[in-house]
């Protein structure tokens, strides 16, 4: 796993991604930030499971939902089942140690 800095990320509230197989941020000093990275890094083992591509139309199509479902983009974003999990999960440091396969399921 590596961490890139791109200064131009795009959005207000975006300040990372994980895009298989790099963890991009938008500032340096999230490099240090072991939470912040446990969270990208669980999604990077996020969208091995899926082979990839189909996290993101998952990921895509979940967001839809919760949009519809909620009426708010924040909200939505907030409870997508993968970052549910990565939310809930990226304190614990030895979280991707113990994490069972498909793990995020139980947030949906």
């Keep these: 796993m590596r961490v890139v800095v791109n200064k131009y990320l795009i959005g207000r509230h975006f300040v990372g991604i ?43 199509l979940e967001y839809i939902v919760r949009v519809i479902q909620y009426r708010n983009s924040q909200l939505a974003y907030r409870n997508i089942s993968f970052e549910r999990e990565a939310y809930e999960n990226e304190d614990d440091l030895d979280y991707l140690k113990k994490r069972k396969l498909w793990s995020f399921m139980k947030y949906w």
Excluded at 24 to 41: A, T, W, Y
């Design 18 to 60: 994980a895009l298989w197989p790099f963890i991009v941020v938008k500032d340096s000093f999230l490099k240090e930030d072991e939470s912040f990275i446990n969270h990208e890094r669980i999604h990077l083992r996020q969208q091995a499971e899926l082979l990839v591509l189909p996290f993101y139309l998952i990921y895509l």
